[in-house]
């Protein structure tokens, strides 16, 4: 048995030292709307701001914008909300800076309608590898 673990031990330091030295995680930052409203809060404009520095640090990442909506309202309008919420912070990191190359803007409407109706109103911020 002993001599298992330490075969098994070698095996998992060779695998390590395989492994990339960095992994490169994705970052998600949130934002969250009032009801059929596409204006941002104080608080959301500081998580676009965080957003913004985090994908400044990291320029050869891209940069999905995923727009969201509650079931509220019509499928047409909740996909239209969705698409003006996402243009509204892909407007925001240009603004701020960010490459427009690098920003990826899709409305989802309410297909990923997730938790409550305060929580699917949302833009989800992405900063990833390509």
């Known amino acids: 048995m002993r001599r298992r673990l330490t075969i098994m031990g070698a095996l998992f330091a060779t695998l390590l030292a395989f492994a990339p030295a960095q992994v490169m ?7 969250f709307f009032h009801p059929l409203s596409a204006e941002l809060d104080p608080a959301a404009r500081d998580v676009v701001a965080a957003a913004i520095a985090y994908a400044k640090q990291n320029p050869a990442k891209q940069v999905d914008i995923i727009g969201s909506a509650s079931t ?5 309008a909740n ?3 969705s698409l003006l919420r996402a243009q509204q912070i892909k407007d925001l990191m240009a603004a701020g800076g960010i490459a427009p190359a690098r ?3 899709v409305g989802e409407g309410e297909v990923n309608t997730v938790g409550t109706a ?7 911020i992405i900063i990833r590898t390509p």
Do not use: C, P, T
């Open 79 to 81: 996909l239209q909300l």
């Open 25 to 31: 995680a994705n970052e998600k930052f949130i934002v």
């Open 103 to 105: 920003l990826m803007r």
């Open 72 to 76: 509220v309202g019509s499928q047409q």
């Open 118 to 124: 305060e929580e699917a109103r949302r833009v989800e």
